[in-house]
Nanobody, 126 residues
């Protein structure tokens, strides 16, 4: 059974930091481009960042650019999302997703992704 699993969410004060991780079961994440998405209460899911298979290409939504960093350790088949200077508006469920594309690119659209995690809650208090 193929699974993608997030961890590292929690409650943090505004201005604080969290690091999310994503691992896979039944698949090796180093074979996939990866993305981070989030969904806030009452809002649609949005893409916040993505990274290509080898890590050479990254993309960020304007709302997180300069504060969040996506990275991957292919030796550990783990995806990371370092979130700094967190704001209350970053409160959401965060999802990682895997895209089995073969080229060195990443796509900032949810329909490109094949496997999704269950999400991890990030809550930023003011």
């Amino acid at each position: 059974q193929v699974q993608v699993m997030e961890s590292g969410g929690g409650l943090v004060q505004a201005g604080g930091s969290l690091r999310l991780s994503c691992t896979g079961a039944g698949l090796s994440l180093d074979d996939y481009a990866m993305g981070w998405f989030r969904q806030a209460p009452g809002k649609e899911r949005e893409v916040v960042s993505c990274i290509s298979r080898n890590g050479g290409v990254t993309w960020y939504a304007d709302s997180v650019k300069g504060r969040f960093t996506i990275s991957r350790d292919n030796a550990k088949t783990t995806l990371y999302f370092q979130m700094n200077s967190l704001k209350p508006e970053d409160t959401a469920i965060y999802f990682c997703a895997a895209d089995r594309r073969r080229d060195e690119a990443c796509i900032s659209r949810s329909e490109a992704y094949d496997y999704w995690g269950q999400g991890t809650q990030v809550t930023v208090s003011s």
